[in-house]
């Protein structure tokens, strides 16, 4: 089960990244080509299927992926190699890297869609920010408390991996339940792309 604690984060991040893409960037992306395309003044409301089936896959796929930056982030700095001031030091270059990026790879290639693509994105950067924070705000209170049981160095990192261990038990009584309500929604993903996926075929057919 401690491997369910540590994919759970990873999994739900990756959903959440394909389920805000699905149901938030992609109508709006859509709304914004088409709106853009009568603009310059002809009209481009259809799409082709194989076109759409082949674009929406790869989109999903990014923005469940671009989603798992915490996860990045984070074990770098439970390395030691990044801390809460370094990270807040890197917060503007992050935004416009964020936003070139952003802009590269959005379909509709405007604005709008453009900062929505980034916006959790930067909401996901300043949540590291204050992990990072929370976990140096305990590693010091641990040291001091400590310090203040006069235990030695060797006693007070043994204390911290019984406090992480028991934090992985505690993740691991909820993560058999997500995981089976993940087997859920995968299946109702599953059971809605099937038809879709077998029109594509009837039609590529015909």
Not at 101 to 119: K, L
């Amino acid at each position: 089960l401690v491997e369910f604690a540590i994919i759970l984060p990873v999994f739900v991040l990756f959903l959440a990244g394909v389920a805000f893409c699905y149901f938030i960037i992609l109508p709006l992306m859509l709304r914004m080509t088409v709106e853009f395309t009568q603009w310059l003044g002809f009209s481009a409301e259809q799409w082709r299927a194989q076109e759409y089936l082949s674009m929406v896959p790869k989109f999903l796929l990014a923005m469940g992926l671009s989603f798992e930056m915490p996860v990045v982030i984070l074990t770098i700095v439970k390395i030691g190699l990044l801390d809460s001031k370094k990270l807040i030091w890197f917060r503007s270059y992050f935004v416009v890297i964020n936003l070139f990026i952003c802009a590269v790879v959005s379909p509709s290639g405007d604005p709008i869609t453009m900062f929505v693509m980034a916006a959790p994105l930067c909401v996901l950067y300043e949540a590291c920010i204050i992990i990072a924070k929370f976990w140096e705000w305990r590693d010091r209170k641990r040291e001091a408390a400590a310090k203040q049981a006069g235990l030695s160095k060797a006693d007070s990192d043994r204390l911290n991996d019984a406090a992480d261990v028991h934090y992985t038990a505690c993740c691991d009584s909820w993560a058999s339940l997500l995981q089976a309500a993940a087997s859920q929604v995968l299946a109702a993903l599953i059971d809605v792309a099937r038809p879709v996926l077998q029109r594509y075929r009837d039609h590529k057919r015909a």
